[in-house]
Antibody, heavy 122, light 107 residues
Framework: QVQLQESGPGLVKPSETLSLTCTVS????????WTWIRQPAGKGLEWIGR???????NYNPSLKSRVTMSVATSKSQFSLRLSSVTAADTAMYYC????????????????WGQGILVSVSS | DIQMTQSPSSLSASVGDRVTITCRAS??????LNWYQQKPGKAPKLLIY???NLQSGVPSRFSGSASGTDFTLTISSLQSEDFATYYC?????????FGQGTKVEIK
């Protein structure tokens, strides 16, 4: 059973770069889309983007200019970098697998990591 | 972006009640619609995928349906462990988008 675990600093200064890593265990990272989603406290879910093991990416246009995702298949890890952060980037950040099954419509997120809280403050 | 609008934003219900949550897409998304449950301090959990398919391990009191751009999550008999926030999410296009959530509270 695939499990995901986010890691990284819990505190980032304004204007700096947020860097998070998601480590995958119990399965291969060489398939599926690997996704980042965030959730400010008390608010809804925002899709940040996804990366395929080949390196192909899709980013949310609202964040695209500041987001970089990468994947390290040998380490079973994928990463998120968000530059020029402000207080508005304070949120719980989740990594997740975007999965699809042949014969069904669309993809879905399952499983998710437990999340990591990142605060932006000086 | 495809906008997903959930209603209601919150509801109060009692154990045993039948609960219905609606999600409307701003354009046709076929059946590319998923439902998640989120409890406080926890990551969201997949309940329903592709509009009406029950995820393995999810109780059968949960069901999903679709009619055009309107999607419904139904809990046939609410249990104490079902008090949570529910989100719909479309996977028809990028960016993936979520509804704003429906909080189900104890009456």
């Amino acid at each position: 059973q695939v499990q995901l675990q986010e890691s990284g600093p819990g505190l980032v200064k304004p204007s700096e770069t947020l860097s998070l890593t998601c480590t995958v265990s119990g399965g291969s990272i060489s398939r599926y889309y690997w996704t980042w989603i965030r959730q400010p406290a008390g608010k809804g879910l925002e899709w940040i983007g996804r990366i395929y093991p080949s390196g192909s990416t899709n980013y949310n246009p609202s964040l695209k200019s500041r987001v970089t995702m990468s994947v390290a298949t040998s380490k079973s890890q994928f990463s998120l970098r968000l530059s020029s952060v402000t207080a508005a980037d304070t949120a719980m950040y989740y990594c997740a697998i975007e999965i699809a099954v042949a014969g069904t419509n669309g993809n879905w997120f399952d499983p998710w990591g437990q999340g990591i809280l990142v605060s932006v403050s000086s | 972006d495809i906008q997903m609008t959930q209603s209601p934003s919150s509801l109060s219900a009692s154990v045993g009640d039948r609960v219905t949550i609606t999600c409307r897409a701003s354009q046709s998304i076929s059946s590319y619609l998923n439902w998640y449950q989120q409890k406080p301090g926890k990551a969201p959990k997949l309940l329903i995928y592709a509009a009406s398919n029950l995820q393995s391990g999810v109780p059968s009191r949960f069901s999903g349906s679709a009619s055009g751009t309107d999607f419904t999550l139904t809990i046939s008999s609410l249990q104490s462990e079902d008090f949570a926030t529910y989100y719909c999410q479309q996977s028809y296009g990028n960016p993936r988008t979520f509804g704003q959530g429906t909080k189900v509270e104890i009456k």
